[in-house]
């Protein structure tokens, strides 16, 4: 049972070590937010939400494989092509997963009535528009600057 629990630990620490060193990581996260912040404008049925739930975490979990290959090819100090390889695969696996992501989320979230109620939301509450600027303003942060390497 403690062998069980410390798995737990040790997959909460990749976790937080993507989060720490992966820039692309806390973008998809950045990306993420924003998505569910907006989603209480949009009617959505449980399956739609369940597919976006799902998309975001096949990218969470693709950046992190990423990030496994790479700090395993990088770990063997060997410079090889099939090393280059296997991290240009393991990238490009992250991108058609947000690809895909990007053009489902359009799909589902393609409602004008939605995109209307958020600008009137914003008009009719321009400290809003104060708030998603220091929101935005803690993402670049966050994402850009925050724990260089």
């Known amino acids: 049972m ?19 060193e992966e820039r692309n990581f806390r973008f998809h996260m950045a990306a993420a937010f924003h998505l569910f912040a907006y989603l209480p404008f949009f009617d959505l049925s449980k399956a739609e939400l369940c597919i976006l739930v799902m998309l975001c975490g ?8 990423n990030t496994a290959i790479e700090n395993a090819i990088d770990s063997t100090g060997i410079v090889s ?21 990007v053009i489902c989320g359009v799909i589902i979230l393609w409602q004008p009535a ?21 929101v935005l303003i803690f993402w670049i942060w966050f994402v850009f600057l925050w724990h260089r390497k």
């Open 2 to 20: 403690k062998k069980f629990l410390h798995g737990f630990i040790y997959a909460f620490s990749g976790i937080i070590t993507c989060i720490r």
């Open 81 to 101: 092509k099939t090393a280059g390889i296997a991290k240009d695969t393991a990238a490009g696996a992250v991108l058609i997963a947000a690809v895909i992501s």
């Open 58 to 65: 096949a990218v969470f979990a693709l950046e992190a494989v």
């Open 114 to 134: 939605a995109f209307a109620a958020i600008f009137k939301f914003y008009i009719d509450a321009p400290i809003a528009i104060i708030a998603q600027i220091v």
